[in-house]
């Protein structure tokens, strides 16, 4: 086994935004920023549980992973008459105000972008606020020039932009409208492979039409709101750009859709462009907006066999099921994982029932080479479980393989008959004749395998997280003990290959607590979930404590994967922290993991001047929110919300101060860490 050396780090200087700080990394621990994984990062857990849960398991609805857009993308062209200015049009329906970002790849001041923005009589209209507040998430930072416009008049508006590097590509305009006129967008499936049809379903709402949706629906247009044209943009991961138009759809009235076959496996960059009137007091008032979001397309790496068989396996006292099931690889890998997760189904003892609910099992498989399937995923079952239902195996159902990026489905089947050897049912039948009880165990083994195959001797930590795309672990030092600063800076990591690089920081470790910043939050969670590590060793009060963590996703995830292909800019697309992937990959984490997670929101104070944390943001944010993360996205159903503190925000740079630089709450979270 590998161990990093114990090394203390000198001090930093960060430039962030234009403030130089010093950050103090009293370090305790060498820096890991290479994502090579040790194997003994790789020994799976075994999820199971009772059939109570089954409900906690279904598969999200597309349709509650929709976007709802009041904001304006597009990119400028440039002007004809000039090389250094880029030009560009757009309809106003507010009245009230609106908000015009002008985001560059300029690294230089972005003030430097001259910005005049004309209204329909053709008037130069001033700001009443301009901001040069970066559009952000996490440490990804893209340069923003930023006006507020109050009491504009509606209709056809003019935007002319002077650059200073004519090698820049052309800015990009995001634009947010205070009028409740929504455009709303979904896919209506999971199926997200290569070869297969997608469809984007669209309609054009307002408010009262999305308070009234049901779950797992599209809500209802806005009777007043017309179609004049929309399409869909889409790009492609080879950076290939093509669009589709779409059309009434003639089942449901009110929706528009469109449809394409992806070609190639990877991120798509997507957005709908969407233009039409909506009726006012007798006038046809023209409105613009634009949806977008990333699709993660999977290959059909394999499928299910239809064939599956129960053997009986253990070691010393701890007897269980192995639950093996036929995966044959369409696509040639080297020790491919997937996601697995059935519900077990079984006939009765003494013939009482052909139907009985067992239990559920998931986790992580490789695939692997089994004498009687051929290929295969194997998952573990406790006796505890079918002794409890007085049930013997004999069928899965509602099985489900996903890809570990983004868990998009690759294989699903509805029932699969299993094969059980008489072993296995002489050893239940034993069991039930004599009374005999049988204790879950197969944790407990697990953990005694990790352990056997460690010497470390270095005593508890507690880690510390930072997120997506950092360039600064920037939690204080001096406000925890015993800590230990994770650091894979400027990186775009899936959820599973984050969560294994902090499993490898660990190993030098006896066993460790984890507080985590934003997308580190996901991470750790996946981590307690599916690996075993030194997490499960750790004593203490509070094994994973996050702030900041958009656990249902987050929308500038999706923004500035399509802004940074436009600017050519940024650490590269991350799907997982897409709504749509992160409701699925939540949907099979145990209440038990969850449980072991408490989380912390901020938000900006209400009531004042600024009612955010970060202008640009707040364009595409749904309120409240800490400039990066909506507050509604951060809930876990059976974590522990440890609460809402009102004038932090995200990190540095905002209008209140860093959600990570409190005092008072770090000294909680400190001491009630486990190590």
Request: proline fraction near 5%; include cysteine.
């Amino acid at each position: 086994m590998n161990v990093v050396p114990v090394i203390s780090l000198p001090w930093m200087q960060v430039q962030l935004r234009g403030v130089r700080m010093i950050a103090v990394f009293a370090v305790l621990v060498g820096l890991l920023c290479v994502p090579e994984v040790s194997s003994s990062c790789n020994q799976y857990k075994s999820l199971m549980g009772s059939p109570a849960d089954f409900k906690q398991h279904v598969v999200p609805s597309p349709y509650d992973a929709a976007v709802s857009s009041r904001s304006l993308l597009f990119q400028l062209i440039s002007s004809n008459s000039h090389p250094f200015e880029f030009l560009g049009e757009f309809d106003v329906d507010s009245t009230e105000d609106f908000t015009l970002a002008v985001i560059s790849s300029l690294q230089q001041d972005v003030k430097q972008l001259k910005v005049i923005v004309r209204d329909p009589s053709g008037e130069t209209v001033s700001p009443s606020l301009t901001t040069d507040e970066p559009l952000s998430l996490d440490g990804l930072e893209y340069p923003t020039l930023t006006h507020l416009f109050v009491d504009p008049v509606q209709g056809r508006w003019i935007v002319t932009v002077t650059v200073t590097d004519l090698d820049a590509p052309a800015p990009v305009a995001l634009l947010g409208f205070s009028d409740s006129i929504f455009l709303h967008a979904s896919l209506n499936t999971n199926s997200l492979l290569v070869g297969e049809t997608l469809t984007l379903d669209v309609a054009v709402t307002d408010e009262d039409g999305l308070k009234a949706r049901e779950a797992g629906r599209m809500p209802q247009s806005a009777s007043n709101a017309f179609v004049k044209s929309a399409d869909w943009v889409i790009m492609s991961p080879d950076g290939s750009t093509h669009e589709e138009q779409l059309h009434v759809s003639v089942n449901t009235a009110g929706l528009y859709q469109a449809s394409f076959t992806p070609s190639a496996a990877g991120v798509y960059k997507t957005w709908v462009q969407c233009q039409g009137h909506v009726e006012v007091n007798g006038m046809a008032v023209p409105y613009m907006r634009t949806a977008f979001r990333m699709i993660s397309v999977a290959e059909k790496s394999a499928h299910l066999t239809g064939r599956a068989y129960v053997s009986l396996s253990g070691q010393g006292s701890c007897v269980y099921f192995s639950i093996n099931i036929g995966l044959e690889q369409q696509i040639a890998r080297e020790k491919k994982s997937y996601r697995v997760y059935s519900e077990i189904w079984g006939r009765g003892f003494n013939g009482k029932s052909d139907d009985v609910a067992i239990g559920w099992i998931s986790g992580l498989s490789n695939v692997h080479v089994d004498s009687k399937l051929g290929q295969a995923v194997s998952l573990k079952l406790d006796l505890s479980l079918p002794l409890k239902a007085q049930g013997v195996p004999m069928s899965l159902r509602n099985v489900r393989v996903e890809d570990l990026t983004a868990y998009v489905p690759v294989a699903t089947e509805d029932e699969i008959a299993v094969a059980i050897d008489e072993q296995a049912v002489a050893e239940m039948e034993k069991r039930i004749r004599s009374n005999q009880t049988v204790e879950s165990c197969v944790e407990q083994l697990e953990k005694r395998e990790r352990n056997s195959s460690r010497d470390v001797a270095v005593g508890g930590r507690l880690i510390l997280v930072h997120g997506y795309c950092s360039s600064a672990n920037l939690f204080p030092p001096s406000d925890f003990s015993d800590a230990a600063f994770f650091a894979d800076f400027s990186q775009s990591r899936s959820n599973d290959e984050f969560a294994r690089l902090i499993c490898e920081f660990g190993e030098q470790f006896d066993s460790f607590g984890l507080v985590a910043h934003s997308h580190g939050g996901i991470a750790s969670l996946h981590l307690h979930t599916y690996y075993q590590s030194g997490l499960d060793a750790a004593e203490g009060e509070r094994l994973i404590q996050s702030i900041g963590t958009p656990y249902h996703g987050s929308r500038l995830a999706d923004l500035l994967a399509i802004i940074g292909e436009l600017l050519g800019i940024g650490c590269g697309p991350n799907p997982d922290l897409s709504y749509d992937s992160m409701e699925r990959w939540l949907a099979i984490v145990p209440a038990d993991k969850q449980q072991a997670l408490h989380f912390y929101t901020t938000q900006y104070k209400t009531g004042g001047l600024i009612n955010y944390c970060l202008l640009p943001s707040n364009l595409v944010l749904s309120w409240p929110n800490d400039g990066v993360v909506e507050n509604k996205k951060t809930s876990v159903p059976y974590g522990n919300d440890a609460g809402n503190s009102q004038g932090e925000c995200h990190t540095y740079g905002m209008n209140w101060p860093p959600q990570y630089s409190n005092a008072d709450r770090n000294a909680v979270i400190n001491s009630s860490a486990a190590r």
